[in-house]
Nanobody, 123 residues
Framework: QSRLVESGGGVAQPGESLRLSCTGRELSLSYYAMGWFRQAPGKEREGVSCISSSGSKLDYTDSVNGRFIVSREKAKKAVYLQMNNLNPEENGTHYC????????????????WGPGTQVTDSS
């Protein structure tokens, strides 16, 4: 079993929406700022969004800003990524991970990678 488990991926047409979920196994997500990352085939993982441990600070890459919403429910120990108005740029396996405290979430993270969830925007 991995430390983190992602779900909610699927196949969508351009402009449609998907909601990804992330939960922890023997890992309390409430203690960490959590990031969402995407890895397209043949490419490295890249940051998509991040939410602070308190949920008060939200960060997005320019490409998804205004379309995606990251949120969390501490009572359920879950983190979500609402992906609206999807386009082919969002194709790939999406992962959540705990961000290293005090570091730029785009470049620093913990080794808690899970299996990811596949997002396919197909026209």
């Amino acid at each position: 079993q991995s430390r983190l488990v992602e779900s909610g991926g699927g196949v969508a047409q351009p402009g449609e929406s998907l909601r990804l979920s992330c939960t922890g196994r023997e890992l309390s997500l409430s203690y960490y700022a959590m990031g969402w990352f995407r890895q397209a085939p043949g490419k490295e993982r890249e940051g998509v969004s991040c939410i602070s441990s308190s949920g008060s600070k939200l960060d997005y890459t320019d490409s998804v800003n205004g379309r995606f919403i990251v949120s969390r429910e501490k009572a359920k120990k879950a983190v979500y990524l609402q992906m609206n108005n999807l386009n082919p740029e969002e194709n790939g396996t999406h992962y959540c991970n705990a961000v290293i405290d005090g570091r730029d979430w785009l470049y620093y993270w913990n080794d808690y990678w899970g299996p990811g969830t596949q997002v396919t925007d197909s026209s």
